[in-house]
């Protein structure tokens, strides 16, 4: 009789959940005025952003001050320091090359990218998507000369040509030292797409480069912050690099510097959550020497960038000249988009998990995902996802409930066994032991269908967080499913949770306390054992620790949280009502009691070790 009240208390909850649910769908239809109101306060978000855009002046990785060509003086001082490289004409312009995705705007002084514009993407606050912008980035080449000069690249002023090479445009810029004599920089970009080519080498430089002295390659750049909340975005914004034919390797995410010196390095991704800035090489560089710098102390809304990188990269000379292959990539962590690139293997930047989880977040979720969401609407198929992967991990269900049900059955033999023995141990635990291999019942049968589990959800906990499909995705209240959503702003910060409410882990927290009433009240029965956790206890925290994690967590996650933690205590419900009988479970472990049982290997030789024990024990009370 109990036992149907606790299903029909549950049942009556869950619609409660539901009717909660529908209300506040209801209740949070924005009437007429309202869509007219959110409309106008759009267009005005709009144009205040593209005024903040112009008014953002950010710091540089390396300062420059702009030389004067109509001052002399100034102009002789740099020929002066440049030597024979003076021979470029001083110009302090910049070139364009754009195609349908991509803006890149390359400056004569330095010959590098000094800005890189995402053309069909915004930020959470409708600011074009830059990857460099007002100096955030430096790329330069470091050499010393045959007159013992010491030279940088950003210090160089470059000769700009533009041209075609069939449908692509070329940008070839030069530093020379005369007319047959010069460093370049050639920028190749192909029509609707991310990737650039960029080779650097020398013409007849053999006899001004010093070859006997290191050249090296630096690239510099601070992550420009693109997201709602900068401690989330800042969590996967990471140094992420290729080397040793094929290992992918990170630099922490977290420590306020990590340094690493790495060989055969194929390239260096400085990804910034949803977009990347990639350096790659035809040929391997040798040698490596990165740093990973975080700027994020806490949750600021004023705070511009996540992380600082740094990269030095020796060259080789080949016969005093310098070539080298190489290729940038400014654009989404996509995989549709960086799969095209298989030779380079740029996908393998993404962060879709270590191992076997990675792999099912790479090759099962992914496109499966990508599937549904070509005909569903984005929230839909995420509860469509979840719906097929509980439906399809059922079977696991059944095993575990069905072993908890077997634990119950045998509940009051274990207590008796528990208060025969309760002063001594080790028969207590022989005993029970005996009792579980006579009725054919495994303590460890509940926890290996839950094991099983793991490997999907936490594939699937990577997903949500790094699904670029996600991006800027709606769905109900939440305006991007790849961040936090809003029900109501605090007028003060919680520390670990926030300054705002969320409503999709509150329901994800809700169902949780649910699931963990039904598969954790039979444990709260159950005599405390000394040594064990308090039941009770992790039944009201992991709701807490939930609602406070995810808070600030990918909306995406916590809807998928919500719906699988519902999905599965239903399941549980149909298990117990209509398919498991307890009174046919108790009949089977009778059967099984009376039935010979012969100890496998294992068992016999717990059984011995345990029966040593205890005979070592009364030896010493003698």
């Not at 908890?404 to 080790?426: C, G, H, R």
């Not at 300054?499 to 882990?505: A, C, E, I, R």
Request: aromatic residues 14%; proline residues 4%.
């Amino acid at each position: 009789m109990e036992e149907k009240k606790l299903d029909i208390n549950s049942i009556i909850g869950f619609v409660l959940i539901f009717g909660i649910l529908i209300y506040m769908f209801y209740q949070n239809q924005p009437t007429p005025e309202e869509l007219e109101a959110q409309k106008a306060k759009q267009e005005q978000v709009e144009a205040e952003a593209k005024v903040a855009e112009k008014k953002v002046d950010t710091p540089r990785v390396q300062q420059t001050k702009p030389l004067d060509i109509n001052d002399s003086t100034a102009v002789a001082g740099y020929k002066s320091a440049v030597g024979a490289f003076g021979f470029t004409m001083a110009n302090e312009g910049t070139t364009v090359l754009e195609n349908e995705v991509l803006r890149l705007e390359i400056a004569n002084k330095g010959g590098q990218i000094v800005e890189a514009k995402m053309k069909n993407f915004v930020t959470y606050d409708s600011v074009p998507v830059y990857l460099v912008k007002d100096g955030n980035a430096n790329f330069a080449l470091n050499f010393s000369t045959s007159d013992n000069r010491v030279l940088s690249t950003s210090d160089l002023y470059f000769e700009p040509t533009i041209s075609k090479n069939g449908n692509n445009e070329v940008l070839s810029m030069r530093a020379k030292v005369s007319d047959n004599q010069y460093l370049e920089y050639r920028y190749e970009m192909r029509p609707n797409e991310y990737l650039l080519d960029f080779t650097v080498r020398s013409q007849g430089l053999n006899g001004v480069i010093n070859g006997s002295r290191p050249l090296d390659l630096t690239w510099d750049m601070k992550g420009i912050r693109h997201n709602k909340s900068v401690q989330y975005e800042n969590r996967y914004t990471r140094l992420t690099y290729n080397h040793e034919d094929g290992k992918i390797s990170k630099l922490s995410e977290s420590s306020d510097l990590d340094e690493e010196t790495e060989e055969d390095v194929k390239w260096l991704s400085y990804r910034q959550h949803f977009f990347s800035s990639i350096l790659a090489t035809e040929n391997r560089f040798k040698t490596a020497e990165l740093s990973s710098k975080n700027l994020v102390e806490e949750e600021s809304k004023e705070e511009l960038f996540t992380k600082e990188y740094n990269s030095k990269v020796p060259l080789e000379l080949q016969g005093g000249e310098l070539s080298q292959q190489m290729y940038w990539y400014y654009g989404p962590t996509d995989v549709k988009i960086l799969d095209d690139y298989k030779d380079l293997a740029l996908a393998d930047s993404i962060p879709f998990g270590w191992g076997i989880f990675g792999w099912i977040n790479r090759y099962i979720f992914t496109p499966f995902y990508g599937f549904l969401s070509s005909f569903l609407p984005y929230g839909i198929a995420i509860i469509v996802m979840t719906i097929l992967v509980r439906l399809a991990l059922s079977p696991v269900t059944y095993k575990s409930y069905l072993s908890q049900a077997k634990m119950k059955v045998l509940k009051p033999e274990i207590t008796e066994i528990n208060e025969k023995y309760k002063d001594n141990a080790m028969k207590k635990q022989q005993e029970t032991m005996k009792l579980y291999n006579k009725a054919g019942v495994s303590p460890m049968s509940g926890c290996i269908p839950a094991f099983l589990q793991l490997p999907i959800f936490y594939a699937l906990f990577m997903f949500f967080p790094t699904s670029f499909e996600l991006r800027q995705k709606s769905f109900l209240w939440a305006e991007d499913l790849s961040s936090y959503d809003t029900i109501f702003n605090l007028p003060f910060t919680i520390p670990f949770y926030g300054d705002h409410v969320s409503l999709f882990p509150i329901l994800a927290s809700v169902a949780i306390f649910f699931y963990m009433m039904m598969t954790t009240g039979q444990s709260m029965q159950m005599q405390q054992q000394p040594g064990m956790p308090n039941m009770k206890f992790i039944m009201y925290l992991s709701p807490i620790m939930m609602l406070f994690f995810f808070n600030n967590y990918a909306s995406g996650l916590s809807l998928y949280y919500f719906v699988s933690n519902l999905i599965t205590i239903f399941i549980m419900l149909a298990i117990k009502r209509y398919i498991l009988d307890e009174d046919k479970i108790h009949a089977q472990i009778q059967e099984n009691k009376k039935k010979p049982k012969k100890e496998n290997r294992f068992q016999r030789k717990m059984r011995e070790m345990m029966e040593q024990a205890e005979e070592q024990k009364k030896l010493g009370k003698r």
